[in-house]
C-alpha cells in the first residue's frame, strides 16, 4: 500500500450564528480575533481569525433553533483551541469583557482550561497541556 503523503494543514470550526457581523465583532472585540470581510447581502458569513486559526461564522436562517453542544451533551463544547499559555489568554479575555463561560483550572484530564461563550450560547473553551 502506498504511503500519504497528502497532509491536513488547517482545520476551521463552523459556527451557526443569528447575526454574523454582531459575532464577527464580538470575536474582534472581546477575543482579539481578526476579519477582512463579509460575504452576502446582508452579511450571512464571516470568517475570524487570530493566530492563523480560523472559525467560520455562518448565519442561520431566520427563526431557527440555535441549540449549543452543551444543551445537548453536558459541558461539551462547540469548538476547542489549544494555546500555549492559558493564563495570559484568560486574563487577555477578562480584560477585554469576554462571556467568560467558566474560570481557569486544571483538569482531572491534564490540561490548564477555560471557556468561553459566544454571543448565540456556544461554548468555545481554550487549553494549554501541562
Known amino acids: 500500500m502506498a504511503e500519504n503523503t ?4 488547517g482545520s476551521a470550526p463552523v459556527l451557526l450564528v443569528a447575526d454574523v457581523v454582531k459575532s464577527a465583532n464580538y470575536f474582534r472585540d472581546q477575543l482579539g480575533f ?5 460575504w452576502g447581502e446582508p452579511p450571512d ?3 475570524v481569525q487570530r493566530d492563523g486559526l ?8 431566520p427563526g431557527a433553533s440555535l441549540i449549543p453542544h452543551w444543551k445537548v451533551v453536558d459541558r461539551m463544547w462547540n469548538a476547542y483551541f489549544w494555546c500555549d499559555d492559558a493564563e495570559g489568554l ?3 479575555f477578562v ?3 469576554a462571556r467568560i463561560d467558566y474560570g481557569l483550572g486544571v483538569k482531572h484530564y491534564g490540561i490548564k482550561e477555560f471557556g468561553i461563550q459566544d454571543l448565540d450560547g456556544n461554548d468555545i473553551a481554550f487549553g494549554q497541556r501541562i
Not at 480560523?54 to 436562517?61: G, N, Q, R, Y
Open 6 to 9: 497528502s497532509r491536513l494543514t
Open 34 to 38: 481578526t476579519y477582512e470581510r463579509f
Open 45 to 47: 458569513f464571516c470568517m
Open 54 to 61: 480560523v472559525v467560520m461564522l455562518a448565519l442561520a436562517p
Open 90 to 92: 484568560y486574563a487577555e
Open 95 to 97: 480584560r477585554r469583557g
